[in-house]
């Protein structure tokens, strides 16, 4: 089994930056992909973005992209979301997640049900 554990959240002001990291321990993997989701009370969880594992390759949801980068250290097992210019409409549970050996393109990773593996969540709360 892999777990994964997210940490980096908390709280700043409308325009700072935060960088959240999530890192990989027990089974990990070369392939698939890795992801980050988040969720605001009473809203559904959301893609954010993810990263190709082997390839680095790269897909964000528009409501982030160019303010987020998601990046990868392989030989930590570690994956980042840097995450600046930050907005209210921000705020949320951040959850990292897992898709391990899967084949494809990583804008075809952005459904929750796609991903086995999930972290516990780190509160990220911007203020105006």
């Known amino acids: 089994q892999a777990q994964l554990v997210e940490s980096g959240g908390g709280a700043v002001q ?6 959240l990291s999530c890192a990989a321990s027990g089974r990990t993997f070369s392939k698939g992909f890795m992801g980050w989701f988040r969720q605001s009370p009473g809203k559904e969880r959301e893609f954010v973005g993810n990263i190709g594992l082997r390839w680095g390759s790269l897909y964000y949801a528009d409501t982030v992209k160019g303010r987020f980068t998601v990046s990868r250290d392989n030989a930590k097992n ?5 995450m600046n210019s930050l907005k209210p409409e921000d705020t949320a549970v951040y959850y990292c997640a897992a898709a391990p050996s899967v084949a494809g393109i990583a804008s075809s990773y952005t459904r929750e049900r796609q991903y086995a593996y999930w972290g ?8 105006p």
């Open 14 to 19: 409308a325009g700072g930056s935060l960088r």
């Open 78 to 82: 570690t994956v980042y979301l840097q």
């Open 120 to 127: 516990q969540g780190t509160q990220v709360t911007v203020s």
